[in-house]
């Protein structure tokens, strides 16, 4: 946090001849700072550097963006809000609901941006009647992720249903590969676990578990259902997996050491530094289920009230960089994700975002678009938090599935 | 009154009053701001209203926080006893005027250098039975050798204690070191013409006399342990599931990570309690012994 408020304070004390040209400055918080994340970011700033303003990088990476909150808080504590900032699930309702958040109602009436969202997102970009962000991207959650050698070599194919998927894993065990990679790490032993929830269940069930915390569905038969086969699950998995990064094991699967991974489509970023190409070296395809649904995580930013109308045009152009369709789909190509805009052709894009893109549209229809638990678009943090510490406990000890459905129900009683 | 005198007078309070102040506001105040942020509903933001103590029931029925005070009597025991215990034993034994003690005072002392992080990500492969000492015993032979305590969730606080003992052994040596170099040799000699035997010495002459060390090492080590924040999540991440969850690991994700700033700062004013549960008196009573005896 230091080196970022001395990094700002450099820049702020720049010569001014260095941004003669600049119309203004926008200064944004952020904690994209991988490199395919650099690079995807450079597609908004050279667009908004084109309107005229300059882009004033205050990235603050770690701890999938707690880092940058505490950031932010800094600077509204002080009085000094950045021009804008990024935000995760709940984050920008949130602060939206501190009334720190400028109306976008405008841009979005001028623009029609509303009309080019998935109406399941607008419950985050828009606070009561104001909207208060704007998407660039979206993730899908539930993928599974495969080796294609492996697969042939153990003569599996695509699973339909979990319990097939557990079935495999046998046969990929005696074919020499481990059938799961995956960390202990609680947030990736919650992925798993929300895949199961709403693949074996449905999306009505989902809905009603995890977004409305309703005590009879958490304490449902189903859910303890739904933790018996996260348990069959845990037998996929080898004993390597303590510490382990979400990246390494999407290594593993890479390597081939591995035969699957279930995690989101950040991961497809990995098989393509190694240049292994979709559906000849490595193979996506959603959590199986027969009971279809897209589990999206979106990355949207904010715009914080601020007294000095240059700062506000900065604003109004930084917003309008991010929806425009060009720079959408230049910045998704680098990231990895489909555009949040669903009027955005993907022809160029791979196959994985190609079918993501399908899977969305039909997701809308039939109302199976959901927010991801893990990644907070589903429950608020406080509720998430319980959600993560049980299913990871459950997975690393002989917890029994009664007594994991009850310290579910408790803690988020406790919570509430 | 002279001029000289007056200053001589104000000076020390004059230079000592920026510190004071700066101790005042970021020490003090922030306590009473945490303790008054506890009683209130705070959620992301802090609010300042009063609920009474029901942040304090909301934390004392979170099973994680139970987990997270038990570890830390497990890590804070075991963690004084080995390190103190290691550091005495490595002290006496480079007392006795060993060849090379500079060099070998250097490596102990050297994992004192790295930061928590590192010790952390280094044992944590260390511990990984797939990667580190299983692995290497395994190939050296020895197939049926298992160390996978890192792994299981009742063991794993364990592995956090082996690195914090492994970091700060070191320290406590050279503390204890110290305190051996300044005990007057004379006392020593005077014991041998009793007749005392060197075991003997130790035990009832210089370890007692060492008790300023001790006040000193227990103090600092209890305090690491305390906030013992960056060796637990650079090492198992609070993990598996939440094994190694300790107050402050629970604190930071309360507060910062999961919205509940109220229950973040309640679980902040109990480790404030525990600490001067256990420190005060203790400080209180050497403090005052030590007037007596002068």
């Known amino acids: ?416 | 009154m002279s001029l000289k005198n007056k200053l001589d007078l104000w000076l020390p309070r004059l230079v000592l009053s920026p510190s004071l102040l700066a101790v005042l506001i970021a020490v003090y105040l922030f306590i009473v701001w945490t303790a008054w942020i506890s009683l209130s509903s705070s959620q992301m933001v802090p609010k300042f209203d009063f609920v009474g103590l029901e942040q304090y029931v909301r934390l004392w029925s979170t099973p994680r926080w139970h987990t997270a005070v038990a570890n830390l009597f497990i890590f804070t025991t075991l963690f004084l006893a080995i390190t103190i215990s290691l550091g005495l034993f490595l002290a006496i034994l480079l007392d006795q005027k060993v060849r090379a003690e500079g060099f070998l005072r250097a490596v102990y002392l050297y994992p004192m250098a790295l930061s928590f992080i590192v010790t952390g990500t280094a044992w944590k492969w260390i511990l990984n039975p797939t990667l580190g000492l299983q692995k290497v015993v395994n190939e050296l032979g020895w197939t049926g050798f298992v160390f996978d305590w890192i792994t299981q969730p009742s063991f794993a606080i364990y592995c956090v204690v082996i690195a914090a003992v492994w970091q700060s052994t070191g320290f406590a040596m050279a503390i204890f070191l110290a305190g051996l170099r300044a005990i007057d040799t004379s006392i020593i000699k005077a014991a041998q013409i009793e007749g005392a035997s060197l075991p003997r010495i130790y035990v009832s002459v210089i370890v007692p006399m060492l008790r300023p060390a001790f006040l000193s090492v227990i103090v600092l080590l209890s305090y690491i342990s305390i906030k013992s924040f960056d060796l637990v999540l650079a090492l198992t991440n609070a993990g598996p599931g939440s094994a190694t969850e300790m107050p402050s690991t629970f604190m930071f994700a309360a507060t910062f990570r999961r919205n509940q700033m109220g229950v973040g700062a309640a679980s902040a004013i109990m480790m404030l309690m525990t600490v001067a549960a256990i420190i005060v008196p203790y400080l209180y009573s050497e403090l005052r012994e030590d007037r007596n005896a002068h």
């Open chain 1, 1 to 416: 946090m230091k080196l970022t408020t001395i990094l700002a304070a450099s820049i702020a004390f720049m010569p001014v001849a260095a941004l003669a040209e600049s119309k203004g400055k926008v200064e944004g918080i952020h904690h994209w700072v991988s490199e395919s994340e650099v690079k995807a970011l450079k597609v908004v700033t050279d667009k908004l550097a084109s309107k005229g303003y300059t882009w004033q990088d205050s990235a603050v990476g770690g701890l999938s963006g707690a880092n940058a909150l505490q950031a932010l808080r800094t600077r509204l504590a002080a009085g000094n809000p950045p021009a804008t900032m990024q935000f995760l699930g709940y984050e920008g309702l949130d602060w939206g609901k501190q009334g720190v958040l400028r109306s976008l109602n405008e841009l979005y009436t001028k623009n029609g941006w509303d009309k080019a969202l998935a109406p399941q997102l607008l419950s985050f970009v828009k606070n009561g009647d104001d909207f208060i962000s704007v998407p660039i991207n979206m993730h899908r959650q539930n993928w599974l992720w495969a080796n294609k050698a492996a697969f042939d070599k153990a003569g599996v194919k695509e699973p339909k249903s979990w319990d097939e998927l557990i079935a495999n894993g046998d046969k990929l065990r005696a074919a020499g590969v481990i059938p799961l990679a995956m960390g202990d790490e609680s947030w990736q032993i919650l992925e798993v676990f929300e895949a199961i929830l709403v693949d074996v269940n449905g999306p009505e069930f989902y809905k009603k578990a995890v977004v409305d915390l309703d005590e009879g569905t958490l304490s449902s038969p189903e859910m303890i259902a739904t933790f018996d086969k996260l348990r069959k699950v845990r037998a996929l998995v080898d004993d390597g997996f303590t510490g382990r990064d979400w990246a390494v094991a999407t290594g593993m699967v890479a390597d081939g050491k591995a035969a699957m991974q279930v995690m989101g489509d950040w991961a497809k970023g990995e098989f393509l530094a190694k240049g292994l190409k979709p559906g000849v070296d490595f193979l996506c395809f959603p959590t199986p289920t027969d009971k279809p649904n897209f589990k999206f995580v979106i990355d949207a930013f904010g715009m914080f009230k601020v007294d000095d109308a240059v700062t506000t045009a900065g604003q109004d152009a930084w917003a309008e960089s991010i929806m425009d369709p060009e720079v959408q789909k230049q910045f998704n190509l680098f990231k990895g994700s489909i555009p949040a805009r669903s009027d955005v052709p993907v022809d160029s894009f791979d196959d994985c975002a190609k079918r993501s893109y399908a899977d969305r549209e039909a997701a809308v229809k039939n109302g199976a678009m959901l927010g991801g638990l893990t990644d907070g678009f589903a429950a608020q943090p406080q509720f998430a938090g319980v959600f993560t510490d049980v299913v990871g406990k459950f997975f690393v000890t002989d917890m029994s599935s009664k007594d994991a459905v009850q310290a579910l129900v408790d803690g988020i009683n406790n919570a509430r």
